[in-house]
């Protein structure tokens, strides 16, 4: 009985927390909690105009101030908050399946596909990622549901070069060999024996990356690429600001604070899932 | 003599310019432990691979693997799927590198029922608490959700067999399957397999490096060097009257219980470099008995008594005297 206790306990992940994941998960539950019920945090209306404050300073009233056309930033924060966690889940969730699927085919069976990858890896590098991306908006358009797919189409490379590394060791071990003296077929051998060996990569880049897309999607929202205005974004609330920096700095400070806070909770966090994954494998 | 389980014709392997195996050549009978027996680098492990196509795709086998009338080196992956696992099982070196590390041990048995004997959910989970039970793990149904590293070495080692045999095949090929463990071990794996072969009235090919363990378990031997079979007969026959210099030079090299503090002879030299085998017979370099002859060019298979082949020019002189304490 208390042999099969331990078991069952060991079983279970070992979660020692560590104190920058700590962090990272309280950061990532405000973020959460404001991305799903902004209505009930925040005190205002994102889109309502107040002309009796207008570029007011953070006060009682309005914690991080007012914009130009009196609407409270505090609000706007939080929306955008709904947003930006889209940006992060919508721009990665493709890339992480597609490019994790697809760098698993690629290691398994090599063969002209491979290669064909291979180079068109090298062709996307020699390209800076931000540049690739407005290039794409710039031919679809600006707007969030383009800048998904522009992040998209660039982005499941790297998963899939992740990957494919992870496939080509592990595929020379003998329990893959094993599996395959079982009778088994390619597709149960790559999704059943193979894809939980080699995960792990991918899902701790995806942390990273979804730190990332938060920045790029600001920064495109920033460039008047991603979101669109009157939508709460924080590029979009940075680049409203931007022309009141020197008078109302609440403007484009607090939006910024949201997004290295969004930066440092998915990176806090990644490390935290890291780590948790290492220690198990 | 009724048809060979399986045969072994002629089986030659190219990867790039070596030839790592150039001619072996077995059969095994329904219910026989053959045991496979070289030095390292000899191709016995090789072989085995190369049986259920398991060697890389820059590697060249010829000759002819029949199987239930099939030749093997033939058969499309598909068809060819469906011999391993169902009718031919494997068992490798060191089960905690053949044993998927994040998959529970009794996923990794039940998956095997289900692909080849589709059986699911209860009916599979209980199947794999007795195959569990079988191999000799205690609390078998507990042990199924339990991870590979969860297992010590021989515990692994029985786990492998256990999914090996799931599918209840006609033969096992065991590729050096306790050479990784400690010899106490060892000895239950051993007699969990002589076990098994004769509850489940399978076959055995038992690759090793140790004449020990074939002396301990096989019903024949066969001698492998330099990627070629130089003697193969039974056991009893072959431990008390080698046909072959090899064999010969091996058995002198281990120890005898019977006699304390005895000095072994090792065989001279190196197993020849695979770029470059000599002309003749591929032991005549390091052979105490070499004759001109055994230089010029590879002596053949030749009968050396009932139901034994020997490779060696000199198989009658050998033979005809019993071997000599050294």
Redesign the interface.
């Given at each position: 009985m208390s042999?099969?206790l331990t078991?069952a306990s060991?079983?279970r992940w070992a979660w020692k927390v560590a104190p920058g994941p700590a962090i990272g998960a309280v950061l990532m539950g405000l973020l959460l909690l404001c991305a799903i019920a902004p209505g009930a945090l925040a005190p205002y209306s994102p889109l309502a105009f107040d002309y009796h404050a207008l570029l007011k300073p953070p006060s009682a009233a309005h914690w991080f101030g007012t914009d130009n056309f009196g609407r409270d930033i505090l609000s706007r924060v939080i929306y955008a908050s709904r947003i930006d966690m889209q940006i992060a889940v919508f721009s990665t969730s493709f890339p992480f399946l597609f490019g994790t699927a697809l760098g698993c085919l690629l290691g398994y069976f090599g063969g002209i596909g491979d290669t064909i990858f291979l180079r068109l890896v090298d062709m996307i590098i020699t390209m800076p990622f931000l540049v690739l991306v407005i290039a794409i908006v710039a031919v679809l358009g600006p707007g969030l549901l383009n800048m998904y797919i522009a992040i998209s189409v660039v982005d499941w490379i790297f998963y899939a070069r992740i990957v494919r590394a992870e496939v080509l060791v592990q595929k020379r071990?003998?329990?893959i060999?094993?599996?395959?003296?079982?009778?088994?077929?390619p597709t149960?051998i790559i999704f059943?024996?193979l894809l939980?060996?080699v995960v792990t990569p991918a899902i701790i880049y995806w942390m990273t990356d979804a730190a990332l897309a938060v920045l790029l999607g600001s920064s495109l929202g920033y460039l008047g690429l991603g979101a669109q205005p009157p939508t709460a974004e924080w590029g979009v609330l940075i680049a409203d600001g931007k022309n009141f920096m020197t008078t109302a700095w609440w403007m484009s400070i607090f939006p910024g604070f949201a997004i290295v806070a969004a930066g440092a909770g998915f990176s806090l966090v990644g490390d935290g899932v890291a780590a948790a994954l290492r220690r198990r494998? | 003599m009724t048809a060979p389980l399986l045969s072994v014709q002629d089986l030659m392997v190219r990867i790039g310019p070596l030839r790592p195996i150039s001619c072996i050549g077995f059969d095994v009978a329904a219910g026989e432990m053959l045991g496979i027996a070289g030095e390292s680098g000899s191709g016995k492990s090789l072989t085995l691979?190369a049986i259920?196509g398991?060697l890389p795709s820059s590697a060249s086998v010829e000759g002819r693997v029949l199987w239930a009338g099939q030749d093997l080196l033939q058969l499309s992956p598909r068809a060819?799927?469906?011999?391993?696992?169902?009718e031919?099982?494997?068992v490798?070196?060191?089960p905690m590198?053949?044993?998927?590390?994040?998959?529970p041990i009794g996923l990794q048995i039940t998956?095997?029922l289900r692909?080849?004997l589709g059986l699911r959910g209860a009916a599979a989970r209980t199947r794999a608490a007795e195959l569990l039970d079988r191999v000799g793990i205690p609390?078998a149904r507990?042990r199924l959700?339990?991870?590979p590293h969860?297992f010590s070495g021989g515990m692994r080692q029985r786990a492998?067999i256990a999914?090996?045999l799931a599918?209840e095949p006609k033969l096992l090929l065991a590729d050096e399957p306790t050479t990784a463990l400690d010899v106490t071990i060892q000895d239950q794996i051993l007699k969990l397999l002589l076990r098994l072969r004769d509850e489940l009235a399978m076959s055995v090919v038992l690759v090793t490096h140790d004449l020990g363990v074939i002396a301990e378990t096989c019903d024949r031997v066969v001698i492998v060097y330099a990627g070629r079979v130089q003697e193969s007969g039974p056991v009893a026959e072959i431990f008390a009257r080698p046909a072959h210099a090899y064999t010969e030079g091996l058995l002198r090299s281990l120890p005898d219980p019977r006699r304390a503090r005895q000095r072994l002879v090792p065989i001279a030299g190196s197993p020849p470099d695979p770029t470059e085998l000599p002309a003749g017979c591929p032991f005549a370099p390091r052979c105490p008995a070499a004759i001109p002859a055994c230089l010029a060019t590879v002596p053949p298979l030749a009968p050396a008594g009932p139901r034994r082949v020997s490779a060696c020019l000199r198989a009658g002189e050998l033979t005809a005297r019993a071997l000599a304490p050294a």
């Open positions: 042999q099969a078991v060991r079983r071990r003998d329990y060999a094993a599996a395959e003296v079982m009778g088994y077929g149960r059943r024996h939980p060996n494998g | 691979r259920l398991l060819l799927a469906g011999v391993r696992g169902r031919i099982g494997m490798f070196q060191e590198m053949a044993l998927n590390p994040v998959l998956e095997s692909a080849h609390a507990e959700g339990s991870f969860e492998m999914i090996a599918a």
